[in-house]
């Protein structure tokens, strides 16, 4: 029988094909964890995304002393700018976490997840003893064009607004969170019309569904720990697509006729830190053995970049001086 950690490794891509674009690959996993600015490019590259010229996944293979395609080895990783013609946004959505998504699913998405954030805006800039008014003075900067969070601090300065410490990404939030301002792949801030209100019986079937594909066999628990919706909206989303679904003699769901996940090992990839693989489940010891458990995750949200063979990880890695040390367990 194929292992649960294949067949959730083949759903996420990491079946070691590439020739995918960027776009392809965060339409399937639905979307991809980006509040590390280094990290999400890779993820893409892990699952032979190519953007804009450059190939991510064998930057890292370079990067840690195997040839590329060219035999050359040092390749540069990509940033964010790799992939901004592929139609690609970022938002504060699941979980309240930015992540990157693709333009047209940003409106239904954003109707479910993107105002998990704004309670917490609300009461830190209580805290902080700024008025939530204060928004206005961010949208009334972006009026002139993008902005990055520095500019943005220093107009807030100007108008009489302090942005000292968390002032200034509190009052970004809140902004975001209204749906009034989207960080860009560029790291400039931009002014934005709030998406207009969708159907949200149909928004939560859409996000069961979408969520299978990149991340199925799973439960309804798994779909509200990743979306950061009540367990609730994950079985009604659930519900809404039970004709479409499959069961598992353990219990887990998956959509009916996804392909069989191969029969032979998948190859081994570098995952970075963060990486969706990581973050996809409520339970991740079905791809980290229990006993290396804190050394991918040693605490405050912390998620290590790491080496997975057959969607098992065997070790962990990182950069040092322009070369990736691998860490196998």
Avoid at 89 to 102: K, N, S
């Amino acid at each position: 029988m194929v292992s649960l950690a294949r067949r959730r490794a083949a759903a996420q891509l990491l079946d070691g094909a590439g020739g995918r674009t960027g776009a392809e690959v965060v339409a399937h996993l639905l979307a991809v964890q980006a509040q590390d600015p280094r990290s999400w490019p890779l993820a893409l590259g892990a699952r032979g995304a190519r953007g804009g010229g450059a190939d991510p996944a064998a930057a890292i293979a370079a990067a840690a002393g195997a040839p590329g395609a060219d035999g050359a080895a040092g390749a540069a990783a990509p940033d964010g700018s790799t992939f901004a013609a592929e139609g690609l946004v970022l938002a504060w959505l699941l979980r309240g976490t930015l992540h990157v998504v693709a333009a047209d699913d940003l409106p239904w998405l954003f109707a479910l997840c993107g105002r998990l954030t704004e309670r917490t805006s609300m009461r830190r800039l209580a805290q902080l003893g700024v008025d939530p008014a204060a928004t206005a003075e961010v949208l009334r900067a972006l009026d002139g064009g993008p902005l990055t969070r520095s500019e943005l601090a220093a107009a807030l300065d100007a108008a009489g607004v302090r942005s000292d410490g968390q002032r200034t990404p509190h009052l970004v939030a809140l902004a975001a969170a209204r749906g009034q301002l989207l960080p860009g792949l560029d790291g400039r801030y931009r002014r934005v019309t709030p998406p207009p209100p969708v159907d949200r019986e149909a928004a939560m079937a859409e996000l069961a569904r979408r969520y299978l594909r990149g991340h199925g066999p799973a439960t309804d628990r798994d779909l509200a720990a990743w979306s950061g919706l009540p367990l609730r909206d994950a079985r009604s989303g659930l519900a809404a697509i039970a004709g479409e679904l499959a069961a598992d003699p353990d219990g887990l769901v998956d959509l009916a006729g996804r392909p069989a996940a191969p029969r032979r090992p998948l190859p081994e990839v570098l995952l970075p830190a963060f990486d969706p693989y990581l973050l996809g489940w409520r339970d991740r010891s079905f791809a980290v053995p229990p006993a290396h458990a804190r050394s991918v995750h040693p605490g405050g949200g912390v998620i290590r970049a790491t080496i997975v063979a057959d969607g098992v990880v065997t070790g962990t890695w990182r950069r040092d001086r322009g070369r990736v040390l691998r860490e196998p367990f």
